[in-house]
């Protein structure tokens, strides 16, 4: 089955930097794909960015965090990474990734096979 676990969030300030990491166990993901959602409180989960294996390596980001988000993945250490800089007070959600074994359609958070518990990150103002 295989299990996912984030970490690294936290209550930062608007403007500042915060890197959030996944940890699977239970099973190899290198040939998975990997996305980040995140979901505030009253609205739905929303995707981030995926890094997709499909011959190669490439990476997808929603268009509101793009240039500030970078995806990462660590097939050795069966890890993944979340760079997130410039952080706004509406970014405020628990943050969640995800694994899926295909590589399509990487922004729909149907189809996702393996979910962490998510991590808290507050943005104040």
């Known amino acids: 089955q295989g299990q996912l676990v984030e970490s690294g969030g936290g209550l930062v300030q608007a403007g500042d930097s915060l890197r959030l990491s996944c940890t699977a166990s239970?099973?190899?993901?290198?040939?998975?794909?990997i996305g980040w959602f995140r979901q505030a409180p009253g609205k739905e989960r929303e995707f981030l960015a995926a890094i997709v294996w499909s011959g190669g390596s490439s990476t997808y980001y929603a268009d509101s965090v793009k240039g500030r988000l970078t995806i990462s993945k660590d097939n050795a250490k069966n890890t993944g990474s979340l760079q997130m800089n410039s952080l706004k007070p509406g970014e405020t959600a628990v943050y969640y990734c995800?694994?899926?074994?295909?590589?399509?359609?990487?922004?729909?958070?149907?189809?996702?096979?393996?979910w962490g518990q998510g991590t808290q990150v507050t943005v104040s103002s």
């Open positions: 239970g099973r190899s993901f290198s040939s998975y794909a």
């Open positions: 995800a694994a899926k074994s295909d590589s399509g359609k990487y922004y729909n958070k149907v189809g996702y096979e393996n």
